[in-house]
């Protein structure tokens, strides 16, 4: 079989185009796939902890992203009237790896990495659909009818890659439970300066400045899957949901159009038992999908990110260096999708009795059990083994 490129890359999201970058920098051969046919950015805000920041460190580009995202002192949980359920001290993240906070908007990331690889390295427009292995190499198969002949495939194409889904039949997405709508917006009238997230009867508000004076905002109800009472919400329906809520909630939802809104059910993947399988290696969703209560999605992705191209750097093999990179991830990413999970599963109660008992635990908690899950994420430098 005659290889078209050392490595092949699918999926241009953060863990892909920074898995692109990283093998440049190395100076390895790649060719990165991506489906969609334009790359204009995609998606809303998240947050870079300082663990991603660390990540971004590593590979050079902390700086650089620094500019283009918002530093975050502070992100409290409230409860429904606005009073502070928990304030997590991310100063100690802070510290530990010497690194600030930030939220980001996903299409800021998005178009700052791909301006980062060389544009003959991607290829738009190209879904992945099934891949043959063989004794010399990788055969991939694109849904318009051409393939790709690679050494090694880096599987970074989300949560429902049907490349993982021929590897591994059993880990389809599960769904959380909770379904979310996210948004956009100006800041002008509102001057929010602090992020926070809400837990009431009626759901989630999460909200967080944004650069360009701008904010984002996401809200988490409880459902059935696909609901199609759902899929037809507005701004309206949302505002008449969230009517009871403190303080700028009603006035974010007022400054929202309906354009702005965007909206998906929330959902992980079990665990895995392996992310390398010879030539072939898993990273970001496509490996360790997780909830987005712990802020960690892309944050793990960087992580993923930053130890492969360690691992690429030490092992005379690329195959020795998958599976160095599985066991430097599987136990961490593990903690993060499990314990995501449950805490969804706690912020979206809706008896009132469960959420007076809760709010009042976590008030009265010491600083130490309050952060504990925070605290666990720092205890180990994701750098090492």
């Known amino acids: 079989m005659q290889v078209q490129s050392e490595f092949t890359i699918i999926g241009a999201g953060v863990a892909g185009l920074t898995t692109a970058i990283a093998l440049q920098q190395l100076g390895r051969n790649y060719l990165l796939f991506e489906q969609s046919k334009v790359l204009t950015g995609i998606g809303a805000g998240f947050g870079l902890a300082a663990n ?8 050079g580009l902390r700086k650089e992203v620094e500019l283009i995202g918002q530093h975050l002192q502070h992100y409290n949980i409230l409860d429904q009237k606005g009073r502070i359920l928990v ?64 050494r090694y495939l880096i599987i970074a194409d989300g949560v429902k890659s049907p490349l993982r889904q021929q590897l591994l039949p059993a880990a389809v997405p599960r769904y959380s439970g909770y379904t979310c709508w996210r948004a956009t917006i100006d800041n002008s009238n509102i001057s929010l300066k602090t992020g926070s997230e809400t837990w009431g009867k009626q759901g989630r508000f999460g909200m967080t400045p944004l650069v360009r004076n701008r904010i984002y905002w996401y809200a988490c109800i409880n459902s059935t899957a696909n609901n199609s009472k759902y899929r037809q919400y507005s701004v309206a329906d949302l505002a008449t949901h969230f009517a ?67 691992v690429l750097s030490q092992h005379s093999t690329v195959e020795t260096a998958f599976i160095a990179f599985e066991k430097q991830r599987l136990q ?34 010491p600083a130490q059990l309050a952060q504990r899950n925070l605290n666990k994420l720092l205890s180990v430098d994701f750098m090492q083994l």
């Open 52 to 59: 991603a920041m660390q990540a971004l460190e590593i590979l």
């Open 332 to 365: 961490r990413t593990k903690y993060i999708t499990e314990t995501s999970k449950l805490i969804g599963e706690v912020a979206q109660w809706e008896n009132p009795i469960g959420i007076f008992l809760r709010n009042s635990i976590m008030k009265k908690l």
């Open 87 to 150: 304030a997590p001290d991310t100063k100690a993240l802070s510290k530990k790896y010497n690194q600030q906070n930030f939220a980001i908007h996903r299409a800021d990331l998005h178009l700052y990495l791909l301006d980062k690889i060389q544009a003959d390295h991607l290829q738009l427009n190209k879904k992945a659909v099934r891949f043959e292995k063989n004794n010399d190499g990788i055969t991939l198969f694109f849904e318009d009818g051409s393939q790709h002949k690679t």
């Open 244 to 310: 009871d809520y403190h303080h700028p909630i009603p006035e974010i939802l007022r400054q929202t159009q309906d354009k702005d809104l965007l909206w998906n059910d929330i959902i992980d993947i079990k665990p895995l038992k392996h992310f390398a399988y010879d030539a072939i290696l898993l990273i970001g969703d496509a490996a360790h999908a997780t909830t987005p209560n712990m802020g960690q999605g892309a944050c793990q992705a960087l992580e993923d990110v930053a130890v492969l191209k360690k």
